[in-house]
């Protein structure tokens, strides 16, 4: 099978269209044609950051599209069936048994290597085996294959083309607040950074009642959206000289909950001062190589303070996307605001436009021209 897909190459910070060849379904696999595919940070920084991944790829997993064919070990979904396709985990193991799948024990092996558990691959460019199988997807195509962990079946009443964000940034976001850092009613929760994923988690906070939500973003359109989304205040860091300072005139207590979508050292740094005793710091940004952990160790001894990793929300793909989804369709979750659509072939328009600030969520329709 034929195909149009977005190639990323080692040294070319442009992404190429090109052909591929898509291989037939094993048994244990599915074909789905994609109908958008969110633009994530991730993958840009698997293109020119992450050197012991194979290029050339097919990067892309925030997938959504309808269901062509399935192998015949399948039995989760159908064709026909439309789908949001997430991350792989295997379903075995003990973290995935306790409701963890975002800290699988093959989790590398399954998302991160380019290739399939054989080490073949799925997609081939001029005859020549291509890097795919990412997150269990690589859906920067027309064409994609998954598998059974990877997908969640959807409606046919929602809008197709936009639903993959929430397969990785919408509910890295909102899951965080959600589940990660189990944010209560009436608590207050800081977040730093307002992209797809920050604002995900404003519309998160606001979902559990929080009563002082609070966004530090530079960007004046997003902190207006913050606001939009249910923040009660929002900051331009570019307007305070101590952000630490400015943040605890707003809660004097300090926070009990803060989430950092920057990476930024300093900014990480900032939000750990402002927490409340027994406060959690979570962490879903990319952070620069051998970046350390924030805080000063008897400080957050003292004060009980927690720092914690975050991956994908800590969702469990088959239960959170549902929610997220009646959370959608009731309009407690309008990340539809954050979106502006792209054809596939105009990805790099899309990196150029959300590097500036000038779009939140890019989504890439290959059908869109």
Same mark, same amino acid.
């Given at each position: ?190 977040? *730093?950074?307002?992209? @797809?994923?920050?604002?995900? +988690? /404003? ?5 559990? =009642? $929080?009563?002082?939500? &609070? %966004? ?124 502006? *659509?792209?054809?596939? @072939?105009?990805?790099?328009? +899309? /990196? ?5 600030? =000038? $779009?939140?969520?890019? &989504? %890439? ?5």
């Amino acid at each position: 099978m034929k195909a149009q897909a977005a190639i990323a190459y080692r040294g070319d910070d442009q992404f190429r269209i090109e052909e591929i060849s898509v291989d037939e379904v094993r048994d244990d696999e599915i074909l789905v044609k994609i109908a958008g595919v969110g633009l994530c940070h991730t993958d840009l920084v698997f293109k020119s950051m992450m050197a012991d991944f194979p290029l050339p790829a097919v990067l892309g997993h925030e997938g959504s599209g309808k269901v062509i064919s399935v192998g015949k070990n399948v039995t989760k979904v159908n064709p026909g069936d439309h789908v949001i396709i997430t991350f792989r985990s295997c379903g075995a193991c003990d973290r995935c048994g306790s409701g963890l799948p975002s800290y699988c024990r093959s989790m590398p092996k399954l998302n991160y290597t380019g290739r399939r558990e054989d080490a073949s691959a799925a997609y081939k460019r001029n005859g020549e085996d291509i890097s795919s199988n990412f997150f269990g997807q690589s859906s920067f195509s027309e064409l994609a294959i998954t598998y059974e962990r990877n997908v969640v079946k959807v409606g046919d009443d929602l809008p197709l083309e936009i639903m993959g964000p929430l397969g990785c940034g919408v509910q890295t976001g909102a899951g965080a607040i959600m589940r990660s850092l189990a944010a209560e009613p009436a608590s207050s929760v800081l977040i *730093t950074g307002g992209g @797809s994923v920050g604002l995900s +988690a /404003v519309m998160g906070a606001a979902i559990c =009642e $929080c009563s002082t939500i &609070v %966004l530090v973003e530079p960007h004046a359109a997003r902190r207006e959206l913050a606001l939009e989304f249910g923040a009660t205040h929002v900051i331009d860091p570019g307007e305070v000289t101590d952000l630490a300072s400015a943040l605890s005139v707003i809660a004097p207590a300090g926070f009990d909950k803060a989430l950092d979508t920057s990476g930024a050292p300093a900014v990480q740094e900032a939000a750990l001062a402002c927490l409340a005793p027994k406060g959690v710091l979570g962490l879903v940004g990319i952070s620069p190589p051998q970046t350390s952990l924030p805080g000063e160790v008897n400080k957050v001894m003292t004060f009980g303070h927690t720092v914690m990793g975050i991956i994908e929300g800590d969702s469990d793909p088959d239960a959170f996307l549902p929610e997220l989804v009646a959370h959608f369709k009731a309009g407690r979750l309008p990340f539809d605001r954050m979106v502006k *659509t792209f054809p596939l @072939s105009q990805i790099n328009e +899309a /990196v150029a436009q959300q590097h500036a600030g =000038e $779009c939140i969520k890019a &989504v %890439l329709v290959p059908g869109l021209e």
